[in-house]
């Protein structure tokens, strides 16, 4: 196996040492400093050899960690002609064409600095948005966390499960995951107001979901309005106890204890973005992607 140097940025840092300690490679970590006037400086704290693996998600603070990510890609280049960078979360995936007029597409100029930073190829987990994946102007590959999430899932003692989708976008992710969980799904029709943000769920009624218990899956849960909403219209339907599930739990402001407050169980998410729902570790399908 090729020498690897995995490098932990400050946002992924325990799941850049779980992927060199499954790579068997050598782990760098950084040191952070912040000054009173909001720059940052970043420090490794040895030297990289060989190809060389970047692990930082762009998490909230987005423009902070993408600005850590692109700092460690460019030094990591003087260091090695191969930089994988590997972002979990890729921020800014969402704003991958103009929805409204002058909103200008942030995530084409995202990729064209991660390429001039020195990257070689770009690794994500479950990205927003194939747009966005495509708009990447080097090899880029996404792979997904359904698998992982399926089998925390087969570990519980559900009463005839039920997959869900909020929305009919999610459709393809609700039917690979009640594939592999061997079980029903259907999605939910919901509508966003592209000014607001508010959500509505236009489904007005659902046989078949009383009594079941239901995991409502997602790629990402940021604010929890379409979670909260799929939710509240589910127990109407008397559902059974509901799981919130998704690779990525931003989980904004209140958004955890309104969805708790909704009727939701337990949220479970993924390490891409370490919290105390993230209870599904994706190192293991990274280090494939990687070797």
């Known amino acids: 196996m090729t020498a690897f140097t995995v490098i932990g940025g400050p946002s992924s840092e325990q799941l850049a040492k779980r992927i060199a300690s499954r790579l068997k490679s050598k782990f760098v970590r950084c040191e952070l400093r912040v000054f009173p006037d909001g720059e940052s400086k970043i420090t490794l704290k040895d030297k990289p050899e060989g190809k060389i693996i970047v692990v930082q998600s762009i998490y909230p603070p987005v423009d902070s960690n993408l600005i850590h990510s692109l700092a460690i890609v460019s030094q990591a280049r003087s260091y090695s002609s191969q930089v994988y960078a590997v972002i979990p979360y890729m921020g800014y995936a969402r704003q991958d064409r103009q929805f409204l007029p002058g909103e200008i597409i942030t995530m084409e100029l995202v990729a064209k600095m991660f390429k001039a930073a020195g990257a070689t190829k ?11 994946l495509k708009q990447l102007q080097i090899p880029a590959k996404n792979v997904s966390a359904v698998e992982e999430l399926v ?13 869900v989708s909020p929305d009919k976008g999610g459709i393809e992710r609700a039917r690979n995951f009640a594939n ?10 919901k509508h966003r107001d592209k000014k607001t943000g508010k959500v509505e769920i236009k489904t007005k009624k659902h046989d078949g979901v009383k009594g079941r218990d239901i995991i409502l899956v997602d790629d990402m849960i940021s604010t929890g309005g379409s979670i909260v909403k799929a939710a509240e219209f589910l127990k109407k339907q008397k559902s059974g106890k509901i799981y ?28 891409t973005i370490p919290s105390k729902t993230s209870v599904v570790d994706v190192s293991s399908i990274i280090v494939k992607a990687i070797v």
């Open 151 to 163: 089998k925390y899932f087969k570990k519980l003692s559900l009463n005839n499960p039920l997959v």
């Open 244 to 271: 919130a599930c998704c690779t990525h739990a931003l989980l904004i402001g209140d958004a955890e204890k309104n969805i708790i407050k909704a009727g939701v169980t337990k949220i479970i998410s993924t390490n």
């Open 122 to 132: 770009i690794i994500v987990v479950d990205i927003h948005s194939i747009t966005a």
């Open 180 to 189: 592999l969980l061997g079980v029903d799904f259907i999605a939910l029709e």
